[in-house]
Each structure stands twice: as C-alpha cells, then as structure tokens.
C-alpha cells in the first residue's frame, strides 16, 4: 500500500484531493504545504503527496509555488517529480462551533481559515461584517485546521468564533454550519498537482499516473533567465515555438537569486505546455540549458479529464 501525504487534518479540500487520486491508499495528514514536499523528499516511508496549486478564483498557491522556486534554487536535482494532477469544486461554508443567535453572531469577532480562502468570499464577508460588525480573519494552516481550532476554542473556553471550510470538515469536526455556499463565484475549483519522490535525476521527468481518459500530457517547468538580456524570456517561450508546442499556463513569483541576493525585482517562472509524440527532447534541453539562468522539468503528467469540466 503507498502511503501519500496531503495538507490535513482530514476534511481539507487537499484530503478530498488525494481520496479522489488514491481512494485505496494510505492517507497521511501533513501540518501544512511545505512538510508535504520535506517529508516526501525526505523520508523513503513516503510515496506520495497531493498539494494545492491555484484556484480558480484567486490564481496561484503562493506557497505551493514557492516551494518548485526554492527547491530549484537549493537544488539542481530536485529529487521530486509532478506525475499527475486533481481538480476539487470548492463550496466553503460558514461554520460555528454551536447553533447561534443573530445576537450572538453579532457578538463574533474572529474568522478563522485558509489564507486562500480570504480572496474566495471577500464579498461575502465583506457583507457579513456590515450585517453583523467587523470581524479578524486569522490565517490557519488549512480550512479543516480552521474548523478544529474554532471547536476546540469553544471547548477550552467558550468563545464562539467562527471558520470557513467544506461542509465534510463541518461534520469531521462536529461543527455547526451557519452559512453554506458562500463563494462569490460558483464554479471555484481548486488544481492540485501530484508529486512523487524522484528515484535519480533526468533532465527531463519521466514517471506518470496511468491516464484517466484524457490521453493530454501536460509538461511543468519552472525556469529563472538573466534579466538583463533583452529578450531572454522571449528567447525561452520560442523553444516551445520552434518545436510547435502549445503552451497552457504561465505564471511567476518573486525569486532572490542567491548570489544576487540585494537585488530585488527577479522573477522565477512557470510554465506549462502540451506534450507532442514528435518532441526532440534533447534539442529542448539544449535550448533550455542555453536560454536559462536555470530551469527544472517537473513532470509529464495526464490531464485529468476534470479540467475541462465547465461550471
Ligand atoms: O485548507 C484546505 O482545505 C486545503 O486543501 C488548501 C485549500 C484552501 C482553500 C481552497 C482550496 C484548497
């Protein structure tokens, strides 16, 4: 049996990720993001972990992504590999550790959830702090850590606060919900990637998940240029060009190259574009290697047929 890591405890969107990948698997709570990725790096026990990457209403996972940055920039070989990836419909909910009045809920100060989350019901909760007075949010390691720390507050002393989370992490937790449905837009759905630890380096990643219907390969690189060279991103997105490549998405985070460390301003990028059965892999690591500071290809994964679910 594998065993796979996943942002616990058990009710996050990230569980409901790894049970729709590995429903006949050993299931592992992590802390948060970043012991997903240590832990798998780290410990042989571990096969797999399943982690947030955007959502479809307020964009990247900085910390998902920032964590491809740093082990870029600590390691030339990376010892992880993207091999497949999972979409959840995210429905927060309102949740209160009992029952409450509209007096009581007057009296509630603090919302506790996902820093992710704060961007999925801003208007919601701008709204609710005009109808029932301000409110704190206060950031917790995932949406069903949220919920326990909201209960197990109410336990410990009686104060009634509230969290936002999946109506499983309402029952997991045996809380209360107030509210359901409270996204501003519907169709929020959350992407994760599925990571495995990777057994020696090739420059190009080789391992994938069986398909699920989608016979899509999907190729995941992160790369940082010399900024200084007029063109230097251009000179990368042609490789993917010349070889007729589609790209799919692109992003990018802050980078601090390290022996650059003063200057701000640096970019670390992400890429994701289409396999093709004609690739010339080895002319796109040339190219790579002549047009990046440095550059990682984290997998070639299947798209999952969840992607192209409409609403
Ligand atoms: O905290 C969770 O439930 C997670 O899995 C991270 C997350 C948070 C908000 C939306 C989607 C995923």
Avoid at 158 to 187: E, M, Y
Avoid at 194 to 206: H, M, P, Q
Avoid at 250 to 272: A, D, G, M, V
Wanted: charged share 25%; aromatic share 12%.
């Amino acid at each position: 049996m594998s065993k796979v890591l996943f942002l616990g405890p058990v009710g996050t969107y990230s569980h409901q990720a790894v049970i729709q990948q590995f429903p006949d698997e050993e299931l592992i709570p992590a802390a948060s993001i970043p012991e997903c990725f240590e832990r798998l790096v780290s410990s042989t026990e571990m096969d797999y972990a399943v982690v947030p990457l955007e959502n479809s209403t307020n964009g990247q996972v900085v910390f998902t992504y920032d964590l491809f940055r740093d082990f870029m920039e600590l390691d030339q070989n990376p010892r992880l590999e993207v091999v497949g990836e999972q979409y959840v419909d995210i429905a927060h909910c309102l949740i209160s550790p009992v029952k409450l009045s509209v007096d009581q809920l007057k009296n509630v100060d603090v919302v506790y959830s996902h820093p992710q989350v704060w961007g999925q019901v801003k208007d919601y909760l701008t709204s609710f702090d005009k109808k029932y007075g301000k409110t704190s949010k206060i950031d917790c390691s995932s949406t069903s850590g949220a919920v326990e720390r909201c209960l197990n507050e109410y336990e410990a002393s009686g104060k009634i606060t509230l969290a936002i989370g999946s109506r499983v992490s309402a029952s997991l937790h045996k809380g209360t919900i107030v509210d359901s449905d409270i996204n501003d837009i519907k169709g929020n759905t959350t992407r994760f990637l599925v990571l495995k630890r990777r057994d020696g380096f090739n420059k190009i990643a080789s391992q994938s998940l069986p398909p699920n219907g989608d016979e899509t390969k999907v190729n995941f690189v992160t790369f940082v240029i010399n900024q200084d060279n007029p063109g230097s991103l251009i000179s990368v997105l042609n490789v993917l060009r010349e070889q007729d490549l589609n790209m799919c998405s692109i992003s990018s985070r802050p980078f601090h190259n390290h022996t650059q460390s003063e200057r701000k301003w640096q970019y670390c990028f992400f890429i994701e574009f289409y396999d093709k059965s004609d690739i010339d892999y080895e002319l796109l690591i040339e190219s790579f290697d002549q047009h990046c500071e440095r550059w990682i290809h984290w997998g070639r994964f299947y798209r999952n047929a969840l992607y192209y679910q409409i609403s």
